[in-house]
């Protein structure tokens, strides 16, 4: 199912299109390429989530929507002392139930460490595609963190 960019928001009724969203995103916006990512699943199986994050620190937490569950991505837990946390609302339907996922920009060769975090989202109800927060990693090794969406 392509991505519909027809309006002021990219939209799509299929959760696995995070990926080729945040990789467009990358692309157009000229930051570094992302290269694999992990979709956020629930150890419930749920794979909707309300988010909560602060897109200036850099971190996020998901709440799963069916088990109540919070999980840190990544070493979100780290930094969310410093941050001033904020819940996602949709800007298109005021939702606050989104599918998730983490993207990684890899170094070439050695490791490989992760250089950069792109976390994306969804709407259930309304399909709008995003990206709510990212930050950079700075220590090595780090390639753990593909593990920890
Ligand atoms: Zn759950
Ligand atoms: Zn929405």
């Known amino acids: 199912m392509p991505i519909d960019k027809s309006g002021d928001f990219w939209k799509s009724p299929d959760a696995a299109d995070i990926f080729p969203f945040l990789k467009d995103l990358a692309r157009e916006e000229g930051t570094i390429p992302i290269n694999q990512y992990r979709a956020a699943t629930c150890t419930c199986g749920s794979n909707r989530f309300r988010l909560t994050g602060d897109d200036e620190e850099g971190c996020a937490r998901r709440d799963c929507a069916q088990c109540?569950?919070?999980?840190f991505i990544c070493d979100s837990g780290d930094y969310w002392g410093e941050a001033e946390p904020a819940k996602l609302i949709?800007?298109?339907c005021a939702g606050d139930i989104f599918n998730a996922g983490a993207g990684f920009s890899l170094e070439k060769g050695k490791g490989p460490d992760v250089q950069w975090v792109t976390i994306g989202q969804r709407c259930v109800r309304c399909g709008i595609l995003g990206s709510f927060t990212?930050?950079?990693?700075s220590y090595s090794p780090s390639?753990?963190?593909i593990d920890q969406v």
């Open 134 to 137: 990212d930050w950079k990693i």
């Open 68 to 71: 109540k569950t919070s999980h």
């Open 90 to 92: 949709c800007h298109g």
């Open 143 to 145: 390639s753990h963190l």
